[in-house]
């Protein structure tokens, strides 16, 4: 298995989707669709290392479909 995923997700609709941590990061909430399931279950195998995260918009908001 490679070790990267690639999967559609948008920021999550919740005022706490992207807050400052008391630790001086930023925590960011995405929300996967039910069709990207394998790569969400990926991605939280990869929960112990250090991640690459690229993010590239592909169109105007429209909650992926499940």
Same mark, same amino acid.
């Given at each position: $298995?490679? =070790?990267?995923?690639?999967?559609?997700?948008?920021? #999550?609709?919740? %005022?706490? #989707?992207?807050?400052?941590?008391?630790?001086? *990061?930023?925590?960011? !909430? /995405?929300? /996967?669709?039910?069709?990207? $399931?394998? #790569? #969400?279950?990926?991605? $939280? *195998? $990869?929960? %112990? !290392?250090?991640?690459? /995260?690229?993010?590239?918009? /592909? *169109?105007?908001? =429209? !909650?992926?479909?499940?």
């Amino acid at each position: $298995m490679s =070790d990267y995923v690639t999967f559609l997700a948008s920021i #999550a609709p919740l %005022q706490s #989707a992207i807050t400052v941590a008391s630790d001086g *990061g930023v925590r960011v !909430k /995405i929300d /996967i669709p039910e069709s990207h $399931m394998e #790569a #969400a279950v990926r991605l $939280m *195998g $990869m929960r %112990q !290392k250090t991640l690459r /995260i690229t993010v590239e918009a /592909i *169109g105007e908001y =429209d !909650k992926p479909d499940n």
